[in-house]
């Protein structure tokens, strides 16, 4: 008997032992928009020589939260990347599946720009004006109709008289969520609103914002790196992506004001731009101890050096929290805080 017991002590050792050193590095999966700035503090943290650099994946926001949600355990990944705050559908998931202990770390600030080539003319738009140009449906004369828009100067005459060719990220971006809440549902008229609702067939905030399907607002993935070089390449044409994107390629691309506004570091913090939001990633805190490395990987990303107002981050166009919210921040990375699911 002591013999079996023995055995079987050793076999669960084994077990134990071998699910703690499945995986020797993090991984890391979400969104684009977080990608450049959880690629840096990985490669920081990798060179430090105690733990392998993390794995990162840009999965779009949605994509990503799939991911993590899906289990507890090495083959699920331990972070995901986030451009918006998680769903209430997706905390279901995740509790579902498991995943009962979340940490959710706030990243910084960001804004979205509507960029295009430096060889082009500058241009400002409103949000009714960008609304116009994505919208799968719009009011015209008092009646929703397809929208029948395809040059900008038909939307208004100060607009450039050319085609509207508008890249957009995918449906399971965090960003095209941000977009769709911050413009596409603040731009929507009055007029179409009422109509939308005069239908009741759907609520007038889901069909405002359904981007056109004709062809004109053309889905590029997940690689805002391809975005730029397509906007280099055709100055006709405009993109949606993060802030620091723009910084990264300001030989390339300029960005237009948006009512009046043009993104800038001061405007994305103090929400004075009218497309800014703050960016995210959430941590599965049963991972910790088992993946090594991922509590010390969150005091890094959360450390004053990375995040704080001269950081590195802040160099690729990282917008720094305030004061009271990087203490949050902070406090939930190191004492391993997890949120109501």
């Given amino acids: 008997m002591k013999k079996i017991n023995f055995i079987l002590s050793l076999l669960i050792a084994v077990t134990i032992g071998s699910y703690a050193s499945a995986r020797d590095q993090i991984k890391i999966v979400g969104s684009s928009t977080v990608y450049p700035y959880a690629t840096v503090v990985a490669e920081k943290f990798g060179k430090s020589g105690k733990f392998k650099t993390p794995v990162i994946e840009s999965t779009g926001t949605g994509g990503g939260m799939k991911l993590f949600c899906a289990g507890v355990g090495t083959q699920h990944p ?6 918006r705050a998680i769903k209430d559908s997706e905390k279901s998931l995740c509790a579902k599946n498991g995943v009962k202990d979340i940490i959710e770390i706030v990243v910084g600030n960001d804004g979205i720009v509507f960029a295009h080539s430096l060889k ?17 449906e719009v009011d015209v004369d008092g009646k929703i109709v397809k929208n029948p828009y395809t040059k900008w100067s038909q939307i208004d005459k100060s607009l450039p008289d050319f085609g509207i060719k508008i890249m957009v990220p995918p449906p ?15 731009g929507c008229s009055k007029t179409a609103k009422a109509a939308f609702e005069a239908k009741k067939a759907k609520s007038s905030k889901k069909a405002c914002v359904h981007f ?22 055709d100055p006709e ?6 802030y620091s994107y723009l910084v990264g ?3 390339k691309i300029q960005a237009s004001a ?11 913090q103090d929400y004075s731009y009218p497309i800014a939001r703050p960016l995210f990633f959430y941590v599965k805190k049963s991972h910790i101890g088992v993946v ?10 959360t450390s004053s050096k990375a995040m704080g107002n001269r950081g590195y981050l802040t160099d690729i166009g990282l917008v720094p929290l305030s004061k009271d919210r990087y203490k949050i921040t902070r406090d939930a990375a190191t004492n391993l805080i997890p949120i109501k699911l």
């Fill in 78 to 83: 331990d972070i995901t990347n986030a451009s």
């Fill in 120 to 136: 082009a003319k500058d241009v400002s738009f409103t949000k009714e004006q960008l609304w116009r140009a994505l919208a799968k």
């Fill in 172 to 186: 399971t971006s965090g960003t095209r969520d941000a977009w769709e809440s911050l413009v596409m549902g603040k």
């Fill in 212 to 233: 056109r399907e004709d062809g004109l607002a053309i889905e590029a993935g997940e690689n805002d790196t391809l975005m730029v070089n397509k906007l280099v390449a």
């Fill in 237 to 242: 044409m405009f993109g949606l992506f993060g």
């Fill in 249 to 251: 390629n300001k030989d």
């Fill in 258 to 268: 948006v009512n009046g506004v043009k993104p800038s570091l001061e405007g994305i």
């Fill in 292 to 301: 090594a490395g991922i509590k010390e990987f969150l005091k890094e990303f």
